[in-house]
């Protein structure tokens, strides 16, 4: 498969998740296609603004997913994140299904100074990936993991969680440093860093970030790397997300042998001294 035409694929779940739902009463669910009034939303510095009917309904005819609005049967479930603390109630989701629905979302955003999340996996600690009163841009349908046998790269969409890429390399005898927690999202995880039980061997996630497809405030998908705008590389290596929504990353793989032994290692309590003291000189 052509890497830079990959997040343009969905998948056919995905898809079909995404299309309206008809409520009970037969009436159609609240998607921005059939906004029939304005919303209120709020811009990036807290004020408050008014979306236009024509506004909403040009951003749900522009995108190929979904834009939910409150009342639609979706709404609750895609508003919820990984932290419930952050009970926050957007005024738009964007469930993107490709990189170019991501663009037509941040473009709106950016046109109306919107107030902007970007979810991946949803498990931001802080709730970062919600907002309330603002545009959720939602990855998490564009969950895709293709793997290149050949050269040993996973291309991994956006929206994937760590468990997604962990069981599309491992079904190839091949691995990458990835994290703890398979509902963690590649996304937030890897801008962070990436820090997982194969970092001694391979090093941390972004060591093995080859290259990415971001989208960046001005709406342009780009693909970069070490090659390719290599500052913008450098900076969502460890930087977090404030450079752009990652639509794609393209990660180094290694052979793994799947045969591990673990388990505990006890000693006796009166030994206990020994052993700390044996531990604490080794480590230093």
């Not at 921005?32 to 749900?60: F, H, N, P, Q, Y």
């Not at 663009?103 to 990936?129: E, I, M, Y």
């Not at 673990?262 to 000189?281: D, H, K, N, T």
């Amino acid at each position: 498969m052509d890497r830079r035409k990959f997040c343009k694929t969905t998948l056919a779940a995905s898809v079909a998740a995404s299309m309206p739902v008809l409520t009970a009463c037969g009436e159609k669910a609240p998607l921005a296609t059939e906004a029939e009034a304005s919303i209120r939303a709020v811009s990036l510095d807290g004020a408050e603004i008014e979306l236009t009917k024509a506004m909403v309904r040009e951003l749900g005819e522009a995108m190929a997913g979904p834009v939910i609005l409150s009342g639609h049967p979706d709404y609750e479930g895609s508003r919820k994140i990984w932290n419930g603390m952050h009970d926050k109630r957007p005024a738009l989701i964007a469930r993107c299904l490709t990189s170019a629905d991501v663009a037509q979302a941040v473009n709106f955003a950016r046109d109306h100074g919107l107030l902007t999340a970007v979810r991946g996996g949803g498990h931001s600690w802080p709730g970062k990936s919600i907002c309330d009163d603002g545009i959720v841009v939602d990855l998490s349908h564009m969950t895709n993991v293709e793997v290149d046998t050949d050269n040993k790269i996973g291309m991994t969409a956006g929206g994937a969680l760590l468990g997604h890429l962990d069981d599309a390399t491992l079904a190839q005898g091949l691995v990458t440093t990835a994290g703890v927690v398979s509902h963690t999202g590649v996304g937030g995880y890897t801008t962070g860093g990436g820090f997982g039980r194969l970092n001694r061997k391979y090093g941390l996630t972004i060591d093995n970030l080859l290259g990415a497809e971001i989208v960046t405030a001005d709406g342009q998908v780009r693909y970069i790397s070490a090659e390719q705008e290599p500052d913008l590389f450098w900076a969502i290596r460890g930087g977090g997300g404030n450079f752009g929504a990652v639509t794609r990353f393209d990660f180094q793989l290694h052979d793994f042998d799947r045969n591990i032994y673990s388990g505990m290692i006890v000693w006796p309590v009166e030994q206990a001294r020994e052993v700390l003291e044996f531990y604490a000189g080794w480590q230093g």
